[in-house]
């Protein structure tokens, strides 16, 4: 890797992976790694999945690009596809390239709509890489800290609550969730904060965008991390396993929000929009997490994953919390010398395992495909008290 610039923030461990099937993934001097992190977060179905690998391959000998001027149907049946699994019905869509393209887009797509540049976002969301949603900066969003909402004891959030009462609904184009990752430490924001949100911004004339970018396609046990919390979002930002490790996201919107984008005359070009096949591979992505009936066993899963991980820890006092939904998992540490993470992952690594060691946290991560073999996680969870012995013993 001696031409390549790594600015990831994370170490590089491996240089030459020369394959990666399933659940596992192999470097060139034939060892193998159980990735628990899918990537990053990007393969629900695990690495070079036939079936993903046999649609890529029919439709690149058929169309794979289309310009400005030509569509496809396989784009629109895609769409339709992806309506579907979010409830809205007669919305409209659009195929671009990144997780942090779809979710710039459907910021566009607000500030189009209401006319208001300012949006809300809360205290430790991650948004995007880059354009407004890279932006956390005060002039761009309004920001709401919902820290002390987490341990908060009243029966229902009101307008005069501190957290909520210097937030300018009226002046604010919508609200970016982020229902479950933020900032990849996996919290989920308390579900009443969230419904009188929504309820503010219904009131005033905002909109919701869903980042689903992380939380999306079955991850959280849900098809989408929204779905918990019982409303439905006007635009669904959704990225990283849409393609299962093919780079293509989407930004979906009810059809009231797309007949005033229409109306007003809302533009956004880029090359790879709309491409068929990235579509095609959403289409078989979306069937296989059907057939397999995988976003039922990433709850179950994960349930079992976070009850053995709460029994192995149970009594340690240096274990801060342990917390998920679905496959998406993090464990968190409370050492003050933050070392027990990079303990583990280093330990862990070594055995042959990957999970993510979160930058700047005492925190590791755990992602694994929808479809791991439970004997894999229970092999993992086996080396993971090897581990733990070694800390303590």
């Not at 390549?4 to 030459?16: A, F, P, S, V, Y």
């Not at 007669?90 to 671009?96: A, E, N, S, T, Y």
């Not at 999306?216 to 019982?230: A, P, T």
């Not at 998920?324 to 330990?347: D, P, Q």
């Amino acid at each position: 890797m001696e031409n390549i610039l790594w600015c990831t923030g994370h170490e590089l461990k491996i240089k030459n992976t020369v394959k990666a099937r399933g659940s596992f993934i192999y470097d060139q001097e034939g060892n193998s790694y159980l990735d628990l992190e899918s990537g990053v977060w990007v393969t629900p179905l695990g690495h070079s999945h036939p079936r993903v690998t046999q649609a890529v391959s029919d439709q690149a000998e058929k169309i794979i690009h289309c310009g400005y001027y030509n569509g496809n149907k396989i784009v629109d049946d895609a769409a339709r596809a992806l309506l579907k699994i979010t409830g809205i019905t007669k919305g409209k869509g659009v195929f671009l390239s990144s997780g942090s393209e779809a979710v710039e887009f459907g910021i566009k797509a607000i500030k189009k709509a209401t006319g208001r540049n300012r949006l809300l976002r809360l205290h430790d969301s991650f948004l995007g890489s880059y354009g407004a949603a890279g932006n956390k900066q005060q002039e761009a969003w309004s920001i709401l800290d919902w820290t002390d909402c987490q341990t908060c004891q009243k029966g229902e959030c009101n307008q005069d609550c501190p957290v909520l009462k210097d937030i300018p609904f009226s002046q604010l184009g919508g609200f970016v969730f982020e229902p479950g990752s933020a900032g990849g430490l996996v919290k989920f924001p308390p579900e009443r904060l969230i419904n009188h949100l929504v309820k503010l911004f219904r009131q005033h004339g905002g909109l919701i965008l869903a980042n689903e970018v992380t939380t999306g396609m079955g991850r959280s046990g849900k098809w989408f991390g929204f779905q918990y919390y019982g409303f439905q979002a006007d635009l669904i930002a959704m990225g990283k396993g849409l393609g299962n490790g093919y780079p293509v996201s989407a930004t979906v919107m009810t059809k009231e929000v797309a007949a005033v984008l229409e109306e007003k005359g809302f533009y956004y070009q880029q090359s790879h929009q709309n491409d068929p096949l990235g579509c095609r591979v959403v289409l078989e992505v979306i069937d296989i997490i059907n057939e397999e009936n995988l976003v039922n066993r990433s709850r179950e899963k994960g349930e079992y994953l976070l009850r053995r991980l709460e029994e192995i820890f149970s009594g340690y006092d240096f274990v801060k919390e342990i917390r998920g939904r679905g496959l998406m998992i993090c464990l968190e540490f409370s050492g003050v010398e933050k070392r027990e993470a990079e303990f583990f992952h280093t330990e862990l690594f070594n055995r042959g395992y990957i999970v993510s060691l979160r930058p700047g946290h005492n925190a590791l991560r755990i992602d694994p495909p929808l479809n791991i073999e439970i004997k894999h996680l229970d092999n993992f969870l086996g080396e993971l008290e090897e581990v733990l012995s070694l800390l303590t013993g």
